[in-house]
């Protein structure tokens, strides 16, 4: 067949249904794939996990990533802990306290009272530790958008909303903290 010669449409499919028909010579057999639909679902809420794979970017936006995501993280422990003080429950009133000095079992008395509430003051230390380590990164943070160099540069609105959360977290920390005499009682059980 030369090139100039014009091969009708019917033919042509012929000639390709014919292709179907050929053995293979090594006889294996002719695989087709099932279609499948493709399902797209978007996940914003990756807290900058892929902060890494933008290499090509800018420097600056890879480290406000990560600031970002860090921001987050104590973000969810400070919420941890609001949850931890709105469903405190006072233990120290059920504890039996000694009557008087002369008792005799009153150390043993005051041995279990601390063991009972130990594990509640120990939730209580996380949470000022936590509090320390949060003001600490927030000032940091506060310190660092202040600097003189700073000030020119684009700050992201996600950014300075995340350091409004933190302002809201702690008022929210601080009048749970405030409110709740339940942890003021059990706490200055466990000292005496």
């Given at each position: 067949?030369?090139?100039?010669?014009?091969?009708?449409?019917?033919?042509?499919?012929?000639?390709?249904?014919?292709?179907?028909?050929?053995?293979?010579?090594?006889?294996?057999?002719?695989?087709?794939a099932a279609p499948c639909s493709i399902l797209y679902q978007a996940n914003f809420d990756t807290n900058?996990?892929?902060?890494?794979?933008?290499?090509?970017?800018?420097?600056?936006?890879?480290?406000?990533?990560?600031?970002?995501?860090?921001?987050?993280?104590?973000?969810?422990?400070?919420?941890?802990?609001?949850?931890?003080?709105?469903?405190?429950?006072?233990?120290?009133?059920?504890?039996?306290?000694?009557?008087?000095?002369?008792?005799?079992?009153?150390?043993?008395?005051?041995?279990?009272?601390?063991?009972?509430?130990?594990?509640?003051?120990?939730?209580?230390?996380?949470?000022?530790?936590?509090?320390?380590?949060?003001?600490?990164?927030?000032?940091?943070?506060?310190?660092?958008?202040?600097?003189?160099?700073?000030?020119?540069?684009?700050?992201?609105?996600?950014?300075?909303?995340?350091?409004?959360?933190?302002?809201?977290?702690?008022?929210?920390?601080?009048?749970?903290?405030?409110?709740?005499?339940?942890?003021?009682?059990?706490?200055?059980?466990?000292?005496?």
């Amino acid at each position: 067949m030369s090139v100039s010669e014009k091969v009708s449409l019917s033919d042509a499919l012929s000639n390709v249904d014919v292709l179907d028909e050929l053995t293979l010579p090594d006889e294996q057999p002719c695989i087709e794939a099932a279609p499948c639909s493709i399902l797209y679902q978007a996940n914003f809420d990756t807290n900058f996990e892929d902060r890494n794979g933008f290499v090509t970017g800018i420097a600056k936006y890879i480290e406000e990533a990560t600031v970002h995501a860090n921001l987050n993280e104590l973000l969810e422990e400070g919420n941890a802990h609001a949850v931890m003080l709105y469903t405190w429950r006072c233990c120290s009133r059920a504890i039996p306290q000694p009557r008087s000095n002369e008792q005799p079992d009153r150390v043993h008395i005051y041995e279990r009272t601390v063991q009972v509430l130990a594990p509640e003051v120990d939730k209580l230390l996380h949470f000022m530790y936590f509090q320390r380590k949060a003001i600490e990164r927030f000032c940091g943070e506060v310190r660092r958008l202040c600097h003189a160099e700073k000030r020119r540069d684009f700050i992201s609105e996600a950014y300075l909303l995340t350091l409004g959360k933190f302002v809201n977290m702690f008022a929210v920390l601080d009048e749970l903290k405030n409110m709740k005499s339940s942890v003021k009682n059990d706490y200055s059980t466990y000292r005496r």
